[in-house]
């Protein structure tokens, strides 16, 4: 082993990720592309009763079923509609299947480690233990979540603690 | 390839071995015991012993050396069986099972109790063989612990995991020096065949290239067992070996001539065996040995290699036409096969759409399809069917040690043990089953004494019973014991501190035993009494989505009847609509369908109601309350009651429409997804949408949770937080 220290080796291998930018109203987000598995049109999801309201339920995607889950009632968006530009991300997140409902799917974009910087504290909404990073290209401002934190936490109500 | 790829087969094997065995000993009659019998109880431990030695498993080849030896006198005669023999025969067996798994888990077997094993074994084989010897007279005396006085030497260091193929391996083949070849063999593989042949004997030279690599050895093994260990690594044809000296291969069916000169030198060479225990040995067991070389070639022939080797993985007789596959893959299958029926019928609902007779072919297709695609989930569901003798066939043990411990004579009857039913049910159902087994034989039959007061026969009887019923199986625990006492149980309920009155009707009586903490037992016995496991049982069955009825008679038994879905994939259900909304209810639950009228409603303390149906007051359960669906009928006598039946109790489910029966493919919601209250399941429906599949116990949990969370709202409007919102939308 030479003399990297941790930091440049973590930038090292976050080296030009690839990332997944999608809207939730004005906000642009992105995520690792490799933890997306496809992007489907939103229809057919079944409500289950009892649940958060960003649950929206669930729909079959070929035989399995997939949990719905709507960042945009997550993360206390006003506009919330179904139109035809809502669309469902589907990811793999630690060996299961979720969709989230965004807005709209932009592009894919590769970014460089200078252009993530780190998120500073948030409010309650969005807590940045669940994100990667603000990552800056020209004058736009990506909010990179941490998926795979976001959708096993606690709060997502996604994932049946041991403990329950 | 690595040897260590076949320990798995191994472990599988042996297990089904033991098992085997344990039959065998349970059923042997000690005072008769049947020939046949004996000798399948030593080709199990023969052929484990076997396994061990070549995947060097030295504790559990040495433990199942002793056993075997000490088998193999009794199979002979020399050594008379008694029953407290056949009790260590089964301690054995359970630490072999102990020793197999510690080598699954990678661990070393534990010592001590390999020691102690060795021992009490080592004593059985002297104290008997000694006895039996003298009793038998003149014959040749035998080394007492005798190692190799046994007539299957020659194939007992060798391996082959079938026992059959390997049993017939050991008459099939030769001994002393001979030149095994090694054709078109890699230097690599070379090595580990080399390595391999030192183990079933000594390497006595090895030379030679890649065309053609002979290696000289001395073994007491047979042809067809160097054959057999070889074949994990090369082919058949990849192999030839022929006695030192002979030009000639020599192929595993040799003329009956050489079996008879093996049997008269079993080939002591490495066990340094003496002359005259060899002669005892030929002496005692020579029906076994001519006999079978005769029957032997034919069995070789019909094997598909032409050389007539007998392959590691050929079994004899009915066994050779199943093979083994992954639960995996089964299931792979199976869901595959949802798919297709899911596909079929959205397919099938398009086509019904069609008109005009030009799309006749289609119907007729769709139609064809549809049997076809029916046909095949049926075979493939079939595929994951088990019979219950695989979960039966382990009691005969648990009722002989239980009735032992108690001092109680009992006869263990099965009936219907060809009764199918879900590998993994099975699997579930034996843990609940072997605690209701152990209930009835302590509590349910009285001593031997208590039964003669009583003027019934001495002998307990207890009944083991599974059939088909519907789409169900039944499972019945059966005792002719004192049956339940109504008055004991609501006395021990009051106890307690359960909710009891003398008004309560038998079946109510009778689920207090699996209230928790209940037992009705005098003092805690090793076998039951503790008063946890009937609730458990209960749970357990629950789980499986069954359940448990109890019926009993006072002086002439109880019977505990389990009922479970023959498999948890596949669920026949009622669809229903609230609102908009379709959801599925098991059909077993539902046992009648009616439109309540205002006056069989009557309104109780709150918000609780109850329907009067046939004498009964039900309490009502309102699916649009508890599953918060908002376009839904909430006019009482315009919905449809769905009676329904949930763990033993009645509810009436109202819902707005019945839409129809259908057979619903099992998707679990847990996979990614978590558990739902009131929700057990979900389905895809045949337009491709997801229902959910109702929880009928949970359903009404969930009501009772919400009418329980209404007041105290009403009470206290300021104290609501955000948190409650969920709860909240229904009103």
Known sequence: ?164 | MDITDFYDTFFEEAEELLADMERHLLELDVDAPDAEQLNAIFRAAHSIKGGAGTFGFDVLQKTTHLFENLLDHARNGELTLRRDMVDTFLETKDMLNDQLDAYRNGEEPDQEAFERICQTLQRLALEEIGKGLEAAGGEAPTEPEAPAAEPKAPAAETEAPEPVAEADAGEAGGSGRRVVSLLGVGEKDRGLLVEELGQLGEVIEHHGDETRYEVVMESTVSDGDIEAVMCFIIDADQLEIRAEGEGSTVEASKPAAAKAEEATDPAGAKEAETATSAQADAGSAPQDKTDKPAAEPPKATEKPKPSGKPKPKAKSGGESSSIRVSVDKVDQIINLVGELIITQSMLDQTVSELEGPANGNLVNGMSLLQRNARDLQEAVMSIRMIPMDFVFSRFPRVVRETAGKLGKEIELVTEGAATELDKSLTERIIDPLTHLVRNSLDHGIEPPEAREAAGKPRTGKLTLSAKHQGGNIIIEVIDDGAGLNRDKLLAKARESGLNVSDTMSDDEVWQLIFAPGFSTAKEVTDVSGRGVGMDVVKRNIQGMGGHVLIMSTPGEGTTIRIVLPLTLAILDGMSIKVGSEMFILPLSAVLESLQPSREDLYAMAGDDVVLKVRDEYLPVVAVHEALDVSDARTELTETIAVIVQGEGRRYALLVDDLVGQQQVVVKNLETNYRKVPGVSAATILGDGSVALILDITGLHRLSREKKAARPARRAAPSLETVNDNELETSS
């Open chain 1, 1 to 164: 082993m030479n003399q990297t220290t941790d930091a440049a080796l973590a930038a090292a291998e976050a080296q030009n990720s690839e990332f997944l930018v999608f809207s939730l109203g004005d906000e642009e987000y992105a995520i690792d592309i490799l933890k997306v598995q496809e992007i489907r049109g939103y229809e057919n999801v079944t409500r289950i009763a009892n649940t958060p309201d960003f649950i929206k339920g669930v729909t079959n995607l070929r035989g399995v079923i997939v949990p719905i889950v709507d960042l945009r009632i997550k993360f206390h968006l006003d506009k919330v509609e179904y139109a035809g530009q809502t669309v469902v991300i589907v990811v793999n997140v630690e060996d299961r299947i979720v969709g989230i409902v965004v807005d709209g799917v932009s592009d894919v974009m590769t970014l460089s480690p200078d252009q993530i910087k780190p998120a500073p504290e948030f409010g309650v909404t969005l807590s940045s233990d669940f994100l990667s990073g603000l990552g800056s290209l020209d004058d736009r401002m990506l909010v990179i979540v941490d998926i795979d934190k976001l959708l096993t936490s606690d709060e997502m109500a996604l994932v049946e603690k041991v403990a329950e």
